[in-house]
């Protein structure tokens, strides 16, 4: 299985940027599909996340109303779009693809993914 990230880079504050995370070797229209994110120094935390159909969608607080989860299950992508950018939105971003069966309620949880994309770098100058 990969999950390779892409469309990570440096932009200013209140910039946007679109990310994106092609999965291989997996069914991925039978995965939910997330995105995490981590901070020098801090943990991985939960970002979005996305049911198979794409019918359902959750966000952290932090993301709300600006951050925007889609997927595209012809091309086995799955994108987070990202407006209104923050300095505090600077992390390594992971896409990753939740174990089989996980409960919707705890997506927000580490422990659910299955496999992880490799990171993409976002960086928010201000």
């Known amino acids: 299985v990969q999950l390779q990230a892409s469309g990570g880079g440096l932009v200013q504050a209140g910039g946007s940027l679109r990310l994106s995370c092609a999965a291989s070797g997996l069914t991925f229209s039978r995965y939910s599909m997330g995105w995490f994110r981590q901070a020098p120094g801090k943990e991985r935390e939960f970002v979005a996340a996305?049911?198979?159909?794409?019918?359902?969608?959750k966000y952290a607080d932090s993301a709300k109303g600006r951050f925007t989860i889609s997927r595209d299950n012809a091309k086995n992508t799955v994108y987070l779009q990202m407006n209104s950018l923050k300095f505090e939105d600077t992390a390594v971003y992971y896409c990753?693809?939740?174990?089989?069966?996980?409960?919707?309620?705890?997506?927000?949880?580490?422990?659910?993914?299955?496999?992880w994309g490799q990171g993409t770098q976002v960086t928010v100058s201000s």
């Open positions: 996305i049911r198979q159909s794409g019918g359902s969608t």
């Open positions: 990753a693809a939740y174990r089989f069966g996980s409960s919707w309620s705890l997506v927000d949880r580490r422990a659910l993914v299955d496999y």
